[in-house]
């Protein structure tokens, strides 16, 4: 198959903030033709991971890659949670309408979930598919 530079690329980036939610995590991805799989380490700072993470989306973004999807698996706790909010908004602010962006919180309580969504939605340009898997 002969790939068309006119055509745009898709890619689903996967944000784990822990490895234990890869399998959850996983398992809400659709296939694309590029798959990102960035985690944090147990010794890396929040903000190291969210600006590695930012830095790898704006390099695909530069090669014309369109983010059709962004699941972002959420740690337990309030560790960096300013932090992480800031990376789930830019994020979020780099797709496009069509993209989805779901938020996995397998350690999280429903309550806390619904609140980073609530705090998530006025950022999400017009026809962002916003998702919670519990």
């Known amino acids: 198959m002969v790939n068309d530079d006119s055509e745009e690329q898709n890619a689903v980036v996967v ?10 995590a996983l398992k809400t991805c ?14 890396e700072p929040g903000r190291a ?11 695909l973004r530069q090669k014309g890659v369109r983010i ?11 560790n960096g949670s300013r932090t992480r909010g800031r990376m ?11 993209a ?3 938020l996995v919180g397998t350690c999280l309580s429903q309550v806390d979930m619904l609140g980073w969504m ?10 962002v598919n916003l ?3 519990a």
Do not use: C, K, W, Y
Request: proline share 7%; glycine share 4%.
């Open 15 to 24: 944000v784990l903030e822990q490895p234990n939610a890869a399998e959850a």
């Open 118 to 127: 609530q705090a998530l939605l006025p950022i999400a340009r017009a026809g």
């Open 88 to 98: 789930m908004a830019s994020l979020l602010r780099d797709l496009s309408p069509g």
């Open 131 to 133: 998702d919670i898997v």
């Open 100 to 102: 989805t962006f779901t």
């Open 49 to 59: 991971f969210a600006l590695r993470v930012l830095h790898r989306v704006r390099r």
């Open 30 to 43: 659709q296939p694309a033709e590029l798959t990102h799989v960035l985690t944090r380490s147990s010794d």
């Open 68 to 78: 059709r999807e962004v699941t972002f698996a959420v740690a337990e706790g309030p």
